[in-house]
Nanobody
Framework: QVQLVESGGGLVQPGESLRLSCTAP?????????????MGWYRQPPGGQRELVAA???????NYTEAVKGRFTISRDNAKTTIFLQMNGLKPDDTAIYYC?????????WGQGTQVTVSS
């Protein structure tokens, strides 16, 4: 089993930025799995359903949900088994717990998430 650890969330004002990180352990199993897998950032707003925000293939091709296009950028560093989500121009509607997982998601790999709150 691979334990994914998200970090970088916080409380920000509208228009500000955050950079989220998601790291997998650097053992041979997780390195192999991470390197060959498409990965995604997901979010679950208060009282809402978890949804895919952005995904990146193992060769770096990225896709985004319409709500974040032009504001969020997903990237990955396979050598460090880490994916990132740069979030600019944050809006109150971006408030949610953010998770990373494989894409498509695998129930075994959900972590604790990191809280992002956008409020003035």
């Amino acid at each position: 089993q691979v334990q994914l650890v998200e970090s970088g969330g916080g409380l920000v004002q509208p228009g500000e930025s955050l950079r989220l990180s998601c790291t997998a352990p650097t053992n041979i199993v997780s390195i192999t799995l991470f390197t060959i897998s498409s990965m995604g950032w997901y979010r679950q707003p208060p009282g809402g359903q978890r949804e895919l925000v952005a995904a990146i293939t193992n060769d770096g091709t990225a896709n985004y949900t319409e709500a974040v296009k032009g504001r969020f950028t997903i990237s990955r560093d396979n050598a460090k088994t880490t994916i990132f989500l740069q979030m600019n121009g944050l809006k109150p509607d971006d408030t949610a717990i953010y998770y990373c997982n494989k894409h498509p998601s695998d129930i075994r790999y959900w972590g604790q998430g990191t809280q992002v709150t956008v409020s003035s």
